[in-house]
């Protein structure tokens, strides 16, 4: 079923094969017992070009451990949901895209969640194909639609959303792949249908990222798979904030985003031509 995936959403089998690996560590931040089976036969010839690429053998690694990066993205937007689901007002979380992610699956939650999943019919359909005979351990939903169709909305809400009331967002490997104009019209959509106090999370990379020299054997990993990076921003709270979400915007490897885990040095926000990567959250005014 892998053949009817694109580019981008082949990379989920990437997501699924570093959580898997990480599962495996004895230091592990997280456990996913679901992602070994969600990456699929493809997602152990991904994680080995990236690991090829970040991992030289005949010289020292110049690019981002990617799974470091992943291991603390997961468990930073992990417990990022944890934490927004704890608010008895706060009753619905979406995941959009969904991808192959299992924390419906892995994580306990409270009774009065409704949790939705959006992505692409054939996503969800390879996912359900892979978890069968598993059961998600919160009210579940999902909403089969391309996040660049013109009534995802109405498809969400048709699935038992309502956006009168609070919600919160997480947007996990989705702004790196797509274009600029693309990341407004996402962000502004998102926000027409959240009500005010609703959460938000999201990863992105600074535009530096983008255009590094020494960034080039990862970027072109991705550009060979047909899923380049296509945008980055330097200013991420400011991009958040042009439609009406107040965020903070941590780097790997910054208190309450390393667990112990980030290997490089974290430059200051103010020195110029290096790379970045953002988790982003926070709330809608």
Not at 74 to 88: I, K, S, V
Not at 104 to 110: E, G, I, K, L, S
Not at 111 to 121: A, G, L, N, Q, S
Not at 129 to 141: E, N
């Amino acid at each position: 079923m892998t053949e009817l995936l694109n580019p981008v959403e082949r990379t989920a089998l990437l997501t699924a094969a570093l959580r898997g690996a990480e599962t495996q560590r004895a230091d592990r931040l997280y456990e996913d017992p679901y992602a070994a089976r969600l990456c699929g036969d493809a997602g152990p010839g991904l994680l080995a070009e990236v690991w090829a690429a970040t991992f030289p053998p005949d010289r020292p690694r110049s690019l981002p451990s990617t799974p470091d990066y992943n291991a603390i993205r997961t468990r930073f937007f992990d417990e990022f949901l944890r934490d927004a689901a704890q608010d008895p007002q706060m009753t619905q979380i979406v995941l959009a895209p969904a991808g192959m992610d299992s924390r419906a699956y892995r994580m306990t939650w409270p009774d009065h969640i409704r949790y939705f999943e959006i992505d692409r019919p054939a996503v969800l359909d390879f996912k359900a194909d892979r978890l069968k005979g598993v059961t998600p351990r919160v009210a579940h939903r999902t909403v089969a639609v391309d996040l660049t169709a013109d009534d995802w909305e109405d498809r969400l809400v048709d699935s038992g959303y309502d956006p009168a009331l609070p919600s919160t967002w997480l947007l996990e490997g989705l702004l790196y792949y797509i274009p600029e104009p693309d990341t407004h019209r996402m962000l502004e959509r998102v926000a027409a249908i959240s009500a005010p106090g609703s959460r938000i999370a999201a990863d992105l990379v600074n535009a530096a990222a983008l255009t590094l020299p020494h960034m080039r054997g990862l970027l072109d990993v991705f550009a060979n798979w047909g899923c380049p990076w296509l945008f980055g921003s330097d200013e991420p709270e400011a991009l958040f904030d042009r439609y009406g979400f107040d965020v903070a915007a941590v780097q790997p490897g910054e208190p309450g985003a390393d667990f112990g885990r980030w290997p490089d040095p974290v430059p200051e926000r103010s020195v110029k031509n290096v790379r970045r990567v953002f988790f982003i959250h926070g709330r809608r005014r």
